[in-house]
C-alpha cells in the first residue's frame, strides 16, 4: 500500500483558510530568523480529494468495535453508548483548565465527588481515588498504600512479599515488582482457582498483601475468596481485587464485602470508554476505611454546600497524576452508571456471563476446554491438536480472513495455545452465532486443509508479520530511506 509520501507530486496543495491566511499574516512572520530551518520540513504535497481518499482508506483497512465483534480477551472490547461520549465532550466539561480554582468549577468537582460515591456503591469501599490514569496504575497506587500501612506499623522492613495466583493479570506481579515487593507465584487447583493447601505454605510473616484477579484470567470466579481473605488478613497481610472485569459481577457482588481491602476499577473497559486506542483512561482505586489516610491527595471532598480538594492528609502516600485524573473518561463513567441505574448495572453482568457461557459451550467441541464449568465474562480455550502442526496462532490468522478481530492469544500462560474469548454483553445472539459459525469452519478446515490456516491471514492488506520482529525493533515512524 502506497504511504501518503509515495502519493506526494511537487506543488500539489490542500488548503484550508486559516486566521493567518485571511489576515495575509504568515507563521514565520512571528518567528526570528534564526529559528527558521534552511530546508522545507519534507511533507507530502497532496491535492485535497486525494488527500481525503487516502485517510478514508487508510480508516477502512482499521477495525474496532463498531466494524464487528471484537472478541479480545481480558480487554472488554463492546459497544460504548455514543451519548456519554457526546456528553464528555461538551464545552462546560471539556473547556475548564486543570488547575482553574475549585469555586470557578464547582460542578465538575461534583461530579468526581459522586462518581466517587458511585463506585463506593457499586464495590463496598469506603473510599476512593480517581485519579490513577489506567488499571495497572491503580495496581501500583493500591500496592504503595499497602507499603504505606505496614510502614506506619513498622513492618515493612519484614513484608516484602506480595502472593500472586498463577492465574492473575500480567500486570500484577509486575505492579508488585514495581512497588519494591518480591511476588511470590501460588498454583492453580484443578478447577482453575487458588490452591488453598499453596496459598497457607506460601503465607508468612514476610506476607505484606495478595494480589488477586477476579474473576481470574480463565475467567473464573475465585470461589473460595472469603477463606482466601481469611488466610492473608490472619498472617496480618492486605488483599487487593484486580477488579478490571467488574463487567463479570457488576450489581452482583462487591470486593468490598468480600474481605478485599482495595480494589480497582477500569472505567475504560467497564464504563463507557474504549481499552486502548491511544485515548486517556482511568483506573480509580478504591479502599477500606483503614487504608483511608493513606490515599493519593488530592481527594474531593463534600464541604457544606460546595466541594473542595482535601490535601491536608499527612499520611497520604501522595499524589499519583499530575491532575485530578483523566477527566472526560471519569464523566463518561458517571453518565454510564446514572443512565443504566442499579437494575441497567445488573444486566450488564447478567449478559456479560450468558454471552461468554453461550460462546463457550457452542465451542468447546471441537476446540478444547480444559477447564470445565460455568465461567463468567470470558473463557479460555486450548487451540491444540485441531489439524496437522495447526497452532492457535493459525486460528487467529484465519479469523482475520472471515473480518473478525482475533480473540487473545497464548494468554493465560497456565493454558496450553491459549484462546482467550470475551465476547461481551453488548453482542446480539445473531452476532455470537455467526462468529461460532466462522469458528467451526476455520476447525473444519484445520484438519482437511491445514496448510490453508498455515498461510493465513490471505485477505488482508498485508499477510503474516513478523510479530517478535514487530515487536523487538518497532519501526514507529516513516523516514525516506525504507
Ligand atoms: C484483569 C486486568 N487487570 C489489569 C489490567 C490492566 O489495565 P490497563 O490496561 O488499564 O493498565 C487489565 C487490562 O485489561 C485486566 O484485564
Redesign the pocket.
Do not use: L, P, V, Y
Given at each position: 500500500m502506497e504511504t501518503i509520501f509515495d502519493k506526494s507530486k511537487s506543488g500539489r496543495r490542500s488548503t484550508y483558510l486559516n486566521e493567518d491566511d485571511l489576515t495575509s499574516k504568515k507563521p514565520s512572520d512571528e518567528l526570528d530568523g534564526d529559528l527558521l530551518r534552511g530546508e522545507k520540513p519534507g511533507l507530502p504535497e497532496i491535492s485535497q480529494p486525494e488527500l481525503m481518499r487516502h485517510f478514508v482508506e487508510l480508516s477502512k483497512k482499521n477495525y474496532g468495535v463498531d466494524d464487528g465483534l471484537y472478541p479480545l480477551g481480558?480487554?472488554?472490547m463492546k459497544h460504548n453508548p455514543k451519548p456519554n461520549e457526546d456528553l464528555a465532550a461538551t464545552e462546560e466539561f471539556q473547556d475548564h483548565h486543570p488547575l482553574a480554582s475549585p469555586d470557578l468549577v464547582q460542578g465538575n468537582l461534583r461530579l468526581m465527588y459522586e462518581l466517587g460515591e458511585l463506585l463506593k456503591g457499586v464495590s463496598g469501599m469506603d473510599g476512593i481515588t480517581l485519579q490513577p490514569s489506567?488499571?495497572?496504575?491503580g495496581?501500583l497506587t493500591g500496592m504503595l498504600m499497602i507499603r504505606k500501612y505496614h510502614e506506619v506499623r513498622d513492618e515493612l522492613e519484614r513484608r516484602t512479599e506480595i502472593l500472586l495466583p498463577d492465574s492473575s493479570?500480567g500486570?500484577?506481579p509486575a505492579s508488585a515488582a514495581v512497588a519494591g515487593f518480591d511476588a511470590v507465584e501460588i498454583k492453580s487447583n484443578d478447577e482453575g482457582t487458588v490452591d488453598i493447601e499453596g496459598l497457607k505454605e506460601a503465607t508468612s510473616e514476610k506476607t505484606a498483601g495478595i494480589m488477586l484477579?477476579v474473576p481470574n484470567?480463565l475467567g473464573i470466579f475465585e470461589k473460595d475468596i472469603l477463606e482466601v481473605a481469611e488466610i492473608v488478613h490472619d498472617a496480618g497481610g492486605l488483599c487487593y481485587f484486580?477488579g478490571?472485569?467488574l463487567n463479570a459481577f457488576l450489581g452482583r457482588v462487591r470486593p468490598g464485602d468480600l474481605g478485599m481491602d482495595i480494589t480497582h476499577f477500569?472505567l475504560?473497559?467497564t464504563f463507557s470508554t474504549p481499552?486502548?486506542g491511544g485515548g486517556p483512561?482511568a483506573?480509580p482505586v478504591g479502599v477500606k476505611e483503614k487504608l483511608l489516610p493513606y490515599l493519593p491527595i488530592p481527594v474531593v471532598e463534600k464541604t457544606g454546600d460546595g466541594y473542595s480538594f482535601d490535601y491536608d492528609r499527612p499520611k497520604s502516600i501522595g499524589k499519583v497524576n499530575s491532575f485530578p485524573g483523566a477527566f472526560g473518561v471519569l464523566v463518561k463513567a458517571y453518565s454510564y452508571i446514572l443512565s443504566l441505574g442499579d437494575e441497567g448495572l445488573k444486566r450488564v453482568s447478567d449478559n456479560a456471563v450468558l454471552n461468554a457461557n453461550y460462546l463457550k459451550e457452542k465451542l468447546k467441541d471441537p476446540y478444547k476446554l480444559d477447564y470445565e464449568g460455568v465461567c463468567k465474562h470470558e473463557f479460555v480455550l486450548n487451540g491444540s491438536g485441531m489439524g496437522e502442526g495447526i497452532k492457535t496462532l493459525d486460528i487467529a490468522k484465519r479469523l482475520l480472513d472471515y473480518g473478525y478481530h482475533p480473540p487473545t492469544v497464548y494468554f493465560p500462560l497456565i493454558v496450553k495455545e491459549a484462546l482467550m474469548i470475551e465476547p461481551t454483553e453488548t453482542e446480539t445472539k445473531e452476532n455470537l452465532d455467526e462468529f461460532t459459525e466462522t469458528m467451526l469452519k476455520i476447525a473444519a478446515e484445520a484438519m482437511e486443509d491445514p496448510e490453508l490456516l498455515h498461510e493465513a491471514p490471505t485477505e488482508t492488506p498485508v499477510g503474516r508479520l513478523d510479530e517478535t520482529q514487530a515487536a523487538r525493533n518497532p519501526v514507529l515512524r516513516w523516514t525516506e530511506s525504507e
Open positions: 481480558s480487554c472488554t489506567a488499571g495497572a496504575h495496581e493479570h500486570t500484577n484477579t484470567t484486580d478490571a472485569n477500569n475504560h473497559k481499552h486502548g483512561g483506573g
